[in-house]
C-alpha cells in the first residue's frame, strides 16, 4: 500500500474555504474486490477527524467513482465500512474503490456547494448526475454607456449592467428581445457599429430602435425608455402599460396620430409579452418552480423559471443514475448541480419535502449572497402552478421515455444490419471540408443512447495532407484521433461507455477509397477491432433518398428509403455535414480576416490599426522606409526597427 497526495479541485469558489488533507490511498489491482475496497475505505478513516467537509471515492485507475459531502468526515465514511448495511449499489462502488480524496471545508453548507461542483467536473457513475451542460441565457441591459444597449448573454456575467433570466432557451430570449425592442425602442448594435452610424439602420426604420447613433433621441428621452425597461422587466408591466396608454391618449388628443400610432404598436408588444405566457404566474413574483416525475426507474424534473410575476420559460430535466433512490433524494441532488452555475430567485418552490430543506437554503444563500426559501406550497396561485408543473413533468417523461424506446429500437435494428454484437453506446463520424483544398478541416461528431453528445465533439485543422487528397485527410485525421486514444486509454477501459474513448462503431463519409484510408491507418496502428463502415450516395447521388453503405470486407448494403435505420443513419451523416461545413466556414473566416502585420512579433491589434490606418495597407506599411516607419503614431523607434527588419531580415 503506497500513500499519495490528494488532488486539488480546480479553484471551487475560493481555496481559502477549503483545506486539503493528504489523505489519499491506493490499493493495486483492478478488479472488484470488496475486501480491498474495505481495507482502503477503513485505512483512510483513521485519518480523518469529525469536520465537515467532501470525499471523492476513486477505483485503481483513480477515475472518481463518487463525490460525496458530509458533517462529520470520520461518521460518514464510517459508514461504507459496514457493507452489511449498505444497498447493492453501493456495494458495488465499495468493491471497486481503491482509494479516497478527502477535502474538508468551514461548514456543512460549503461542503454541499463543493460537492456539486466536483459532481459537476467528474460525473461520476454513483452519483445522479444532472446531464445538461448547457449555460441559460439572460437578457442583458448594459449600463456601461450614455445609450445602453439590450442583448442576449450566456457565460460569466462580468459585463456592467442588469441581468434579467435565466429564459429557458435562447429561443425564448430572442423572442422576448424583439418584442421589448418593438416596446421600448433599445438598441441592440455593437459599440463599435454604433460609433460608426451616420444616418439610422434598418431596425430604425421597422420601428425597433430610436436611433439614438444619429441623434434621433435625446440622452434624456432614451434613459426614459431604458427606465421603463427596467420597470418592466422587474415586473412592474402594468404601470408601464398605463403610462403608455395615458401618452397614446394625449397624443390622440393633441391629434398628433403619428406620435399615437407608435404608441400603440408599442403597447401592443408589451401585451404579445404577457400574452404569450403559458403559464399563469401573476402575484408569484421571482420564483423557480420544479415538479419531479417518476415511472418505470425513469426520473424527470420539470422546472419553471418565474420573474416578475412573468413565466420566462420552463424546460425539462432527465437526471441520470438515479435507480433506488428516494425521490426527495433525487430531488436535492439535482437543486444542489442545477444551481451550482444559475442564480437561484428568491423562491424556490417544490412539489415534496426535502431531506436537508435548511442546509440546501443555507447553501444557496451563501451562494447567491441574499436569502434563498424553499418552499413546498399547499394552497393559492403557487399550489396551482405547482400543479401544473407537475402535470407538465408526468408529460415530459412519458414523451422522453417514448423516444427512448423509440430510439432504443432503432439501436437495435442498426445493431443487426451493420453486424455489431450489441447496440453501439459510442459512435463517431467523419467527414472533411475544404475548397479547393485551402482551409482544409476534419471533423468527428460523436452519438450515443441518448443522442448527439456535442461536448464531445471534434475538429482537426488539417496539417500535413496535400491539399487536394480526400484520402490523405481522412487518413491524418484517423491517425490523430487514435493515436490519442491509445495514448490515453491504451486497455480500453472505458469502451462501451457513453463518455469513453473508444467507439463501437466508426461512421466514414465516403466510398471506398475513404473506406480503405481508414482501414489501412488502424491497422498501421495495430487496431483491428474498431467496426468502420462508409456511408456513400447511392447510385442516382442521393436523389432517390438511398445510402450505399460499404464494409472492409467489400460488401456493399442498402436500405429501404422508409426504413426508420437510413433515416438515423442520414441524421448522423448530416450531423457531421453541419460541423464539418461549420468549422471550415469558421477557418476561412479567420484566414480572409487575417492581416500581414499578424506575423510581426509584437504588434497587437492597436498597433496594426494605427499602422493601417497611417500608411493605408499592409502592403505599404511593408514598402515604408525605417524613417516612414519612425513617423507613424504609436510607434517608436525600438518597434520601427523590429518591423523593418521583419520585412528586410538583410537590412
Known amino acids: 500500500m503506497s500513500r499519495t497526495e490528494a488532488g486539488t479541485p480546480p479553484n471551487p469558489k475560493g481555496q481559502d474555504r477549503f483545506l486539503e488533507e493528504k489523505a489519499s490511498f491506493t490499493v493495486r489491482g483492478s478488479q472488484p474486490d470488496i475486501e480491498a475496497g474495505i481495507a482502503a475505505i477503513r485505512e483512510v478513516q483513521r485519518t480523518l477527524k469529525p469536520k465537515p467537509g467532501v470525499y471523492r471515492m476513486q477505483d485503481a485507475r483513480g477515475d472518481v467513482l463518487y463525490v460525496g459531502k458530509a458533517r462529520a468526515l470520520k461518521n460518514r465514511v464510517a459508514n461504507y465500512i459496514q457493507v452489511d448495511r449498505l444497498p447493492l449499489r453501493l456495494k458495488r462502488m465499495v468493491s471497486q474503490t481503491r482509494s479516497m480524496t478527502i477535502v474538508t471545508t468551514a461548514s456543512e453548507a460549503d461542503a454541499l456547494l463543493l460537492e456539486a461542483q466536483l459532481i459537476k467536473r467528474f460525473r461520476p457513475p454513483y452519483n445522479v448526475l444532472l446531464r445538461d451542460d448547457k449555460s441559460f441565457p439572460f437578457i442583458l441591459l448594459r449600463s456601461d454607456h450614455d445609450f445602453p444597449r439590450i442583448t442576449k448573454h450566456r457565460g460569466a456575467r462580468r459585463a456592467k449592467g442588469n441581468y434579467y433570466g435565466p429564459f429557458a432557451s435562447a429561443g425564448s430570449v430572442n423572442t422576448t428581445i424583439n418584442a421589448l425592442q418593438k416596446l421600448f425602442l ?44 427596467k420597470d418592466f422587466l422587474a415586473g412592474k408591466s402594468s404601470a408601464v402599460q398605463a403610462k403608455i396608454e395615458a401618452q397614446m391618449a394625449g397624443a390622440a388628443a393633441a391629434l398628433d396620430f403619428e406620435r399615437a400610432a407608435m404608441l400603440r404598436d408599442r403597447l401592443r408588444a408589451a401585451t404579445f409579452i404577457q400574452g404569450s405566457q403559458a403559464v399563469n404566474a401573476a402575484g408569484v413574483g421571482d420564483a423557480d418552480v420544479f415538479a419531479l416525475a417518476s415511472r418505470g426507474g425513469h426520473v424527470g424534473v420539470q422546472a419553471f423559471f418565474i420573474r416578475g410575476g412573468q413565466n420566462w420559460g420552463h424546460r425539462a430535466f432527465f437526471p441520470r443514475h438515479t435507480e433506488g433512490l428516494d425521490e426527495a433524494e433525487v430531488m436535492s441532488a439535482f437543486l444542489a448541480q442545477f444551481y451550482e452555475e444559475v442564480p437561484p430567485a428568491k423562491t424556490i418552490l417544490v412539489d415534496r419535502e426535502l431531506p436537508e430543506r435548511a442546509l440546501l437554503e443555507e447553501a444557496l444563500s451563501a451562494s447567491a449572497g441574499r436569502a434563498v426559501a424553499i418552499s413546498v406550497p399547499q394552497r393559492g396561485d403557487r399550489r396551482r402552478l405547482l400543479e401544473q408543473a407537475s402535470r407538465n413533468a408526468v408529460e415530459a417523461l412519458e414523451r422522453r421515455m417514448a423516444e427512448t424506446s423509440t430510439q432504443a429500437a432503432t439501436l437495435r435494428e442498426t445493431a443487426e444490419f451493420l453486424d455489431l454484437p450489441d447496440i453501439p453506446q459510442r459512435i463517431e463520424v467523419y467527414d472533411n471540408s475544404h475548397i479547393q483544398g485551402t482551409n482544409s478541416v476534419g471533423a468527428m461528431i460523436v452519438a450515443g443512447p441518448e443522442g448527439f453528445l456535442k461536448n464531445q465533439y471534434r475538429k482537426f485543422n488539417i496539417r500535413k495532407a496535400q491539399t487536394d487528397d480526400d484520402f490523405g485527410m481522412m487518413r491524418e485525421v484517423m491517425e490523430r484521433r487514435f493515436s490519442r486514444a491509445l495514448k490515453d486509454d491504451p486497455d480500453r477501459a472505458t469502451q462501451g461507455k457513453g463518455d469513453g474513448m473508444w467507439p463501437d462503431l466508426v461512421l466514414v463519409d465516403g466510398g471506398k477509397g475513404q473506406l480503405s484510408s481508414v482501414m489501412d491507418t488502424l491497422e498501421e496502428l495495430g487496431i483491428e477491432d474498431v467496426t468502420v463502415v462508409g456511408v456513400a450516395k447511392g447510385p442516382h447521388h442521393g436523389r432517390d433518398g438511398r445510402e450505399v ?24 451523416r448530416d450531423e457531421v455535414h453541419r460541423f464539418a461545413i461549420g468549422a471550415h466556414r469558421a477557418k476561412r473566416s479567420r484566414a480572409i480576416s487575417a492581416s500581414p502585420l499578424d506575423e510581426i512579433p509584437g504588434i497587437g491589434p492597436a498597433r496594426k490599426r494605427a499602422l493601417l490606418l497611417h500608411f493605408g495597407t499592409a502592403g505599404k506599411v511593408r514598402a515604408a522606409a525605417l524613417e516612414d516607419l519612425r513617423r507613424a503614431p504609436g510607434v517608436s523607434d525600438s518597434v520601427a526597427r523590429q518591423i523593418y527588419d521583419f520585412y528586410h531580415p538583410a537590412g
Open 549 to 572: 453503405f460499404h464494409f472492409p470486407d467489400g460488401r456493399e448494403k442498402t436500405l429501404p428509403t422508409n426504413s426508420p435505420v437510413l433515416f438515423y443513419l442520414q441524421r448522423l
Open 186 to 229: 433599445l438598441r441592440s448594435c455593437t459599440d463599435s457599429f454604433f460609433s460608426r452610424r451616420d444616418r439610422p439602420c434598418l431596425l430604425y426604420q421597422i420601428k425597433r430602435c430610436s436611433a439614438p447613433c444619429v441623434g434621433r433621441i435625446d440622452p434624456v428621452g432614451y434613459a426614459e425608455l431604458v427606465g421603463e425597461a
